[in-house]
């Protein structure tokens, strides 16, 4: 058996992988928070036809290698910084810099986002679109009539009744040595991975740390014409891998005809 076939193989099951990552990225283009993927490969095991059969041009002698295809090295999420939208709402925050929000896992672990589009549950706690509670965990008292973020995070609420605001404490931020170690687990959330490193905890505006923004919302940091680029290269080196497999199915059939 030929040995294109296979390496060809791989190479379209590759553009496979690179077309679906596309489509994912495609998908979340109006995901609040959401971080594109970047496809990444590496080439296969190389195999030696002639050992010491080719000289280089310092003298020495080389080996012919022939190499296997290529596969799967990582998918990366690319963490730049998304467009930002104005909402209005107070309880809708953007991070703007380095650093995630932290929300509370029902098991009580917890997890990371950027995707700041916050809620009030029936309880008047704060949460996440998806129920989750934000970290450190803030409850609005009743009678609550306005809610204002700092760009340090610091979170007051004015009462009816009431002259001054009620500082309810400040929402931290965190970030991580590799953020492309985190694990994407849906819901627009990340979990902290061995490779990521442990979160790290400080203050929004201070340190590195970026500041939050309120009643402005962080888009996707897909760009639509990039994505469409990368969709051409794939198909085309999609096809030109059929093709690698036709030519050599064509030449198979020709061995198979030289006997009468």
Request: glycine content about 12%; hydrophobic content about 40%.
């Amino acid at each position: 058996m030929m040995r294109a076939l296979s390496t060809s193989a791989s190479g379209m099951r590759a553009q496979q992988i690179f077309v679906d990552t596309i489509a994912h990225n495609l998908a979340n283009v109006n995901t609040t928070g959401f971080k594109r993927g970047r496809v990444e490969f590496q080439d296969l095991l190389y195999q030696v036809v002639q050992p010491n059969a080719s000289q280089a041009a310092g003298g020495d002698l080389k080996p012919i290698q022939v190499g296997h295809g290529v596969r799967l090295a990582d998918i990366k999420q690319i963490f730049t910084q998304g467009p930002t939208q104005v909402t209005g709402n107070a309880l809708d925050m953007a991070v703007n810099g380095d650093g995630f929000f932290r929300v509370e896992m029902p098991d009580g672990s917890y997890a990371y986002t950027r995707d700041g589009s916050f809620a009030l549950s029936s309880e008047g706690q704060v949460t996440t679109s998806g129920g989750l509670a934000v970290a450190p965990g803030f409850e609005l008292p009743e009678g609550a009539t306005e809610v204002a973020i700092g760009r340090e995070g610091e979170f007051s609420v004015k009462v009816a009744g009431e002259e001054t605001a009620q500082e309810l404490g400040s929402i931290d931020l965190y970030r991580f040595a590799n953020p492309a170690g985190l694990k994407a687990m849906g819901n627009n959330l990340f979990l902290a991975t061995e490779s990521s490193g442990d979160a790290q905890e400080g203050t929004a505006g201070r340190d590195g740390y970026g500041s939050i923004e309120s009643g402005i919302l962080e888009t996707s940091n897909v760009s639509v014409v990039e994505e469409m680029i990368r969709l051409i290269e794939a198909q085309r080196a999609y096809e030109l891998n059929s093709k690698s497999i036709q030519t050599s199915e064509d030449m198979l059939a020709v061995a198979g005809g030289l006997k009468r």
